[in-house]
Every structure is written in C-alpha cells, then in structure tokens.
C-alpha cells in the first residue's frame, strides 16, 4: 500500500509543475490558481462530489461531463479546463487535490512564502489565524499561507503541518501519547 502512495507522489508534483510552467508561459497563473481554489473549495465542501471524483466506476467520460458542468459554471479558464482533461484521461483526477496543493506551494514558493495547513476542532477566528501565522513567521522565517481543515476527532488543540514537518498539539494525540506510555508502564 505504501508503495503505491510514494509513487504517485512524484506524478502529482509532475502534473502540478506542468500546469505551473503551462500557466507561467501563458501568463496566467493568477486566473489557473483562482480556477484550483474554486476548485478546491467544491471538492471540500462536497464530500458527494468527492467520492465520486474518487469512485473507480465512474467512468471517465461521466468525469469529463461532470467537470465540463462545473468549468461551465465557474467559467474555467480553458487551460485549467484542458488540464482537468488530461487528468481525468490519465487516471488522475482521484489527485487532484494533491495537485492544487503542489501547485499553490509552487506559487507560495514563487512568492517567497511557504504553506501551512491548520487541522483544528473548531473554527479558528481570524485573530488566531494570525496568531499563528506571527508565530510560524518567528519560527521558520518566511511569510505563510494558511490553509485551515476542521476535525473534530481532535477534540481540541491544533495539528500544524508545514512540508514534512508536524505539531500535533491536538488532546487525540495526548490521549494516544500517554495511551502508549502506560502500556509500556504495565
């Protein structure tokens, strides 16, 4: 299984390095990382449309129909658009969300800025947000953009991920923490 994942690592930053010199040439990266955050926002609040982005007997041109809807509707560019074909083509569509997350660290990267995603219980006021963008500026000396994911299976705290890095300061973790350290105590 884990095989599988750190293969399709390489291929989604591929696509999503494609798409960037795409849109760099073409002199529209602003309107392909509008077009992906659109995106982004349908496939998160969605979780029907993502499943059957992910389902496997969803055929490819039911795919194709679905996204031609939906770059309709939100007036894709026609390179984001082109795009989304070719992944769908390729098998690949079940990355895109990878993809759009490769792609706008490219543009963080672009801008001199990283990213980070804040997994918390609840919403975040935009107070803490900034809170926390002082603090990871302090930390790894570089401007952030912020990505916020509500779960809550966390009960409460943060989990903070920035590339490979993690602060996991969430309860669940504690609880599984010392969960660990009294079985070794017994």
């Known amino acids: 299984m884990s095989n599988v994942s750190i293969r399709q690592i390489p291929s989604v930053q591929r696509y999503a390095n494609a798409l960037f010199q795409l849109s760099k040439e073409a002199k529209v990266v602003d309107s ?24 496997p007997s969803v055929s490819k041109s039911e795919k194709n129909a679905i996204f031609n809807l939906i770059a309709k509707k939100i007036e894709l560019s026609k390179l984001t658009s082109n795009f989304i074909g070719v992944i769908i083509r390729k ?20 801008k001199g800025e990283k990213s980070a995603t804040i997994t918390s219980a609840m919403d975040l006021s935009d107070a803490e947000i900034k809170d926390i963008k002082i603090k990871l500026k302090e930390k790894f000396n570089a401007d952030f953009i912020i990505n916020v994911k509500i779960d809550q299976k966390l009960i409460s705290g943060l989990k903070i991920q920035v590339g490979s890095q993690m602060i996991d300061s969430s309860i669940k973790n504690q609880l599984q923490l010392l969960k660990e350290k009294m079985k070794e105590v017994a």
């Open 32 to 55: 392909v990382s509008k077009d992906l955050q659109e995106l982004k926002a349908i496939i998160n609040d969605n979780e029907k449309f993502l499943s059957i982005v992910k389902n």
């Open 91 to 110: 098998n690949r569509i079940n990355y895109l969300l990878d993809i759009i997350n490769s792609f706008e660290n490219l543009i963080a990267s672009l």
